[in-house]
């Protein structure tokens, strides 16, 4: 196989196909590599399971980092999206409701925000994930989908052997390099890491669709709630366009089988019964039904590529382990996987050190600042004497607030959770 920068993968008669790279997955992390190896002409292939548009579990918020990874690849996509106010919705800030129900109204980075943009939205997986699909399409990506992997095989600091069925159709993909974008579950993660994500590390979500709840911020606050009985996971309510809302609760499933936790139950009890929660959906209504699903959040830095291949999004455990939040990082580790799959095939290196230096370190120094400051939030909120006692503080003070306010912008800033001298300020209210 000779070709780096080709046209297309080459497939031949017998079903065998050669290629620089695969992508498992076709979710936000292998849309963002494929865009980024498209836009420096780079062949590949993108093996996907499902047949988009296809749904997939999430709460549906998207944060600046989104926004910045999307300008990145186009910044007509970002404007597209913002317009398209049918089916997706501007979000300006975050509310955060400690233990005991204290409101904490955070904006999103707003000097970062361009001329009458907001910094964040809400849209519908199902519609995102295949507006990006659809970006796909292009001379350099042949994408197999509704197909299903039945080996991978690799010859280190070689090549990457995948044998996949797309319907009664086998085929024999050979690659420089695979990318695993293939989710929670990830197959590749499995087969070359030998790594499962443990359950420490592991939260389990549940979400419904309701229309008719009332109360939402005029600007489309997303909001947190952090009942004691889901600590340190949390309730939330997105709204999302067309009056719909997306409701749902995570947790951390060593918690839930600690404390013997009925997830639905919980979920439901606090749409009944939370004196903050309850009167908000007196004439709401369940669309669809309540879904679960998976979410590997980052708990500490760990491998996410070897020869030959590169872990991106949940099949690398990138999910902020304090918001939940998965889609940026899974298209930011899209985009550096892309990158490094480029300069790897300039030099012509495959091996673990160079891609432990070409990714996991460029990654690492981009996001492990602020994953490890969430962490850190993650810790504090499973005190909830202290989470309470720093949102009532900061209900009474304006400074305090704003000090709060930018600590969710400013990771220095955030650095200050973890001196005790911080509480002791906030004790003696200086
Ligand atoms: C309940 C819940 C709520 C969440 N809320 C939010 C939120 O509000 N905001 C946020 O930013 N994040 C949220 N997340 C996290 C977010 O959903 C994920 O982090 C994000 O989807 C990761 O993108 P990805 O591309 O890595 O994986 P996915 O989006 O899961 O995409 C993986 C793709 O790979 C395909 N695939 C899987 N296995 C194979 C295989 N063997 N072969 C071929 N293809 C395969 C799948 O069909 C899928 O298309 C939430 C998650 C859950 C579960």
Redesign the pocket.
């Known amino acids: 196989m000779e070709t780096y920068f080709g046209d297309s993968a080459e497939i031949s008669n017998d079903k065998s196909i050669h290629t620089n790279v695969v992508i498992?997955?076709?979710?936000?992390?292998?849309a963002a590599s494929s865009i980024f190896l498209t836009k420096a002409g780079i062949n590949h292939v993108i093996?996907?399971?499902?047949t988009f548009p296809?749904d997939?579990?999430?709460?549906?918020?998207?944060?600046g980092k989104t926004v910045f990874v999307l300008r990145k690849a186009n910044p007509a996509w970002v404007d597209d999206i913002f317009k398209n106010t049918d089916e997706n919705i501007s979000s300006h800030g975050v509310i955060f409701a400690s233990p005991r129900g204290k409101k904490l109204t955070i904006p999103f980075n707003p000097e970062k925000t361009t001329s009458g943009q907001a910094p964040g939205f809400v849209t519908p997986r199902l519609v995102f994930?295949n507006y990006l699909f659809e970006k796909l399409a292009s001379p350099f990506a042949t994408i197999y989908q509704q197909?299903?992997?039945k080996s991978i095989e690799r010859q280190a600091g070689k090549s990457v052997q995948v044998q996949f069925n797309q319907g009664a159709t086998s085929y024999n993909l050979t690659a420089r390099i695979i990318i695993g974008?293939?989710?929670?579950?990830s197959?590749v993660r499995k087969a070359l890491l030998n790594n499962n994500t443990s359950s420490k590390a592991y939260c389990v979500?549940?979400?419904a669709y309701y229309k008719g709840v009332t109360g939402l911020h005029e600007q489309n606050y997303i909001e947190l709630h952090f009942l004691p009985e889901l600590l340190p996971g949390y309730f939330w309510v997105?709204p999302l366009a067309n009056g719909l809302t997306n409701v749902?609760v995570?947790m951390m499933s060593d918690k839930i089988k600690k404390k013997k936790v009925n997830l639905r139950e919980e979920m439901l009890r606090a749409i009944k019964y939370n004196p903050n929660i309850s009167s908000r959906f007196t004439n709401a209504a369940l669309v669809g039904k309540i879904q679960g699903?998976?979410?590997p959040m980052f708990m500490k830095r760990q491998p996410l590529s070897g020869g030959n291949f590169l872990l991106?999004?949940?099949?690398a455990s990138l999910?902020d382990p304090f918001t939940?939040?998965?889609?940026?990082n899974?298209l930011f580790s899209g985009m550096l996987a892309a990158s490094a799959v480029i300069e790897s095939l300039k030099a012509g290196k495959y091996d673990a050190a160079f891609f432990k230096e070409k990714y996991d370190d460029v990654l690492f120094k981009r996001i492990g600042d602020e994953l490890k400051m969430s962490l850190l939030l993650q810790k504090l909120s499973n005190y909830p004497w202290l989470f309470n006692f720093v949102v009532q503080k900061a209900h009474k003070s304006s400074t305090l607030n704003s000090a709060l306010t930018s600590m969710f912008t400013d990771l220095d800033l955030r650095k200050q959770l973890r001196k005790p001298s911080f509480y002791a300020k906030i004790l003696f209210n200086r």
């Open positions: 498992i997955g076709a979710g936000p992390a292998g093996i996907e399971k499902a296809r997939k579990i999430c709460g549906d918020a998207c944060s994930d197909s299903s992997i974008a293939d989710g929670d579950k197959y979500g549940l979400r997105f749902g995570g699903c998976g979410l991106t999004g949940d099949a999910i939940g939040e998965g889609i940026g899974a």
